[in-house]
């Protein structure tokens, strides 16, 4: 067995869950999350140099998700020969899946940059100092992009101020 492997192991049971869901919510898309968190788990250990600390591994292949995630946007958009595809989840009388849906429409129409700082802000709870570390860039460019991100995402989703609580 390589060096790598126990590790590897021990990061995907405690951790692969929750890889997943974060790569989801940057793309938005079951497929594309799998996808994003295979080649990031390959990335991260194919050229490793940090120990095999479960928690070390999780931060580090987060943020080469997140790198990812931001230069595979960068691209679609320069290119501009394909489109970002959304899963489309049948419509159930469910309220609960009628409003997920319409979020995760909300969240597709953001750049890159202003949906990578909503998920770190609101999914992973990140004050705006390690958001900004996390993406190389100044606070105020974090606070311009969730303050852009918030309108927009009040406006497509119909929140005014008198309904948020």
Known sequence: M????PAFRALLASRGGALRSYAYLLTGDAST???LVQE???RVFSRRRIGGD???????VRR????QYIDSRRRLRRWNATRHLLVDVPHHDDDRLAVADEVRRALAT??????????LRYYEDLP?????GELGCAEGTVKRHLADARAKLATQLGVT?????
Do not use: F, H
């Open 40 to 42: 990031a788990l390959t």
């Open 54 to 60: 479960v928690n070390e591994l999780e931060a580090y």
């Open 110 to 119: 953001l750049s890159p940059k202003q949906r990578a700082c909503v998920v």
């Open 161 to 165: 101020e008198e309904s948020t609580p």
């Open 2 to 5: 390589a060096d790598w492997e």
């Open 33 to 35: 999350a799998g996808d």
């Open 64 to 67: 080469a998700m997140l790198n």
């Open 128 to 132: 705006v100092t390690e958001i900004a």
